[in-house]
């Protein structure tokens, strides 16, 4: 079956780098989605990788390993409005997203 | 200049009724996404249109049934509701069925 895991729920400092890990597992890969959503709001992109390697996007950065159906997202500089849920989405051989639940972040300051 | 727009935002109603979801987008998108979000925060997909005809039809109920009268709109409408059915309900678009998508704001559904 096609599936997303990624932590449920994850703590980080203002100013810290956090690192939220994502496997899939899906039929057939058209590329790895991460999305930012506040409490209450919708789902909003924030990077897509379909090749290996690191795609940078200001202070987050998005990373990508076919071989190991691995991506995480990267954090950096953190701020109290980096406190949402990050959704990993796999997108299969039909080009359907498979999502994850989603790891909510929790910033202190 | 809203790109994805839904209507209504909040709705809540009895078991056993009709009730109707609009969703409107400005991006010139070929492809438009119905989900359904529940208290575990799943995105579930429900429908996607591409040119209005109906491309994926997951497993749902057929209460629910989408309608499409132009390219630029997607319509979601439920039949016969029940509590089953609360949930928040995102709209979504695409240039093709491929790239990425983006959201309306949701219209959360509540079933008493």
């Known amino acids: 079956g096609q599936n997303i895991d990624q932590p449920t729920e994850m703590t980080a400092t203002e100013g810290a780098i956090v690192q939220i890990n994502c496997t899939y597992q899906t039929s057939g890969f058209n590329g790895l989605f991460w999305y930012q959503q506040h409490a209450g709001e919708a789902p909003t992109f924030l990077s897509y990788?379909?090749l290996d390697g690191l795609e940078e996007k200001g202070r987050f950065s998005s990373f990508l390993s076919r071989s190991k159906g691995y991506s995480y997202l990267l954090l950096k500089e953190l701020q109290m409005k980096d406190s949402a849920s990050y959704l990993c989405?796999?997108?299969?051989?039909?080009?359907?997203?498979?999502w994850g639940a989603g790891t909510k972040l929790i910033i202190k300051p | 200049d809203t790109a994805v727009s839904q209507t209504p935002k909040y709705l809540v109603t009895q078991m056993g009724n009709d009730k109707s979801i609009k969703c409107e987008q400005n991006l010139g998108h070929d492809t438009m996404y119905w989900y359904k979000q529940d208290s575990k925060k799943f995105l579930k997909i429900m429908f996607s249109y591409n040119n209005k005809e109906l491309i994926i039809n997951e497993t749902v109920p057929n209460r629910f049934s989408p309608k499409s009268p132009d390219k630029a709109h997607l319509n979601l409408h439920i039949n016969s509701l029940e509590l089953g059915d609360s949930a928040v309900y995102f709209c979504?678009?695409?240039?093709?069925?491929?790239?990425?998508?983006?959201f309306g704001p949701g219209t959360r559904l509540t079933v008493l």
């Open positions: 990788n379909v």
């Open positions: 979504a678009s695409s240039q093709r069925l491929e790239d990425t998508q983006y």
């Open positions: 989405a796999a997108m299969d051989s039909n080009y359907q997203l498979i």
